[in-house]
């Protein structure tokens, strides 16, 4: 299959944004407020260790979807399309992309004993505006003025071509354009003696389907994206409407709760590893998590950066909803998905697909 499209860029492009972005609120704009993150899986629970996904299912190594991997997707809410991006160069300039943009007290390139995330491990005032956040597992540059809309990393991630025929194939057409990514993000390796634990969550977004493009060889152990296979079947009903970023009864809360607590504990997480240009595509009530990057305590200490991706079928009434969870211009503004009027159907069991191509 030919992969490769050929993308000539000037060094101009690489870091000018495509679009004048939002500026948000300068208080709290994580987009964390909503009542599933308020109540986080508690420390009681035990989360059940990932294990490393190497399947390669037939047409896995194609921009067509085979009936297996349709399969797949429904039953477990993800698949892995190895090679859909075949630019090794363009995933190397932007891993020195990464490093060019990082400060050097936070973290240098050359001395792996600094890449480790500690509590108190700060940015700056001003260089956490302009990068983006932090967490225990690592950096996310995820910039407002910057970081996400670049053309250059829209080339390597959602405007692909193969990624956005393979979105076609899931959700039909026409997709709607992409504007942004959610970032580059990062997962740091963790030292000796640091317990580490993942953070089981779904997103709160009306989002048709996303997708993380692995940036940097990451190999089992070193941090790759999990996710709970079958969990987005569980946790599908409990929202408000088939797309919405709401669940507005302490019945239905306390359900989805339940399920998510009772899913982290009862199925290993996968851990999707790869190289360069593999695509990871799910849907967006799965439960996922950051992986755990043990790369220093194995001895070779790496970052693993992923491009998070997603889509939404075009056509629709788009508005914004800073009211409450966004996506919107204040909240989770790095979201490149929007509610819409017409989503309005109560999700069942029945229309999990409904309006799918597959």
Known sequence: MNLKPEVQVSPKELTEPTQDTPIPSPTNYSGRTHPIYQHPVSEKVQILEPVPYEDRLVGSDQVELSHQEI???KSQGFIVKRGLIDDQKGFDRLVDYYWEHMPAYFMDRDDSMTWFMRAD?????EDSQFLGRTSSAGLKFQSPTRFGTEPYVLAL????????????QFIGKPVRPTKRVRGLYGVSPTPTGIPMRLSPHADVIPADISAMVIVTETPPRCGGF??????HINLYPFWDTRHSTRIN?????E???YE???????IAPAECIGSPGDVVFWHPRILHSSGKNYSAIDGSPCIRIVIPCDFQKNGRTFFDDDEQYGPGKREQWWVDAHNFTEDNEVPTSDNLWSGWNI
């Open 226 to 231: 999990c996710v709970w296979p079958g969990s």
């Open 260 to 266: 998510r607590d009772r899913t982290v504990s009862t």
């Open 249 to 253: 009864t302490q019945e239905r809360l």
């Open 121 to 125: 491990k700060k940015l700056t005032v």
């Open 71 to 73: 399969a797949h997707f």
């Open 157 to 168: 991630s959602a405007s692909h071509p193969n990624v956005r025929r393979v979105v076609e």
């Open 255 to 257: 359900a989805f709760l």
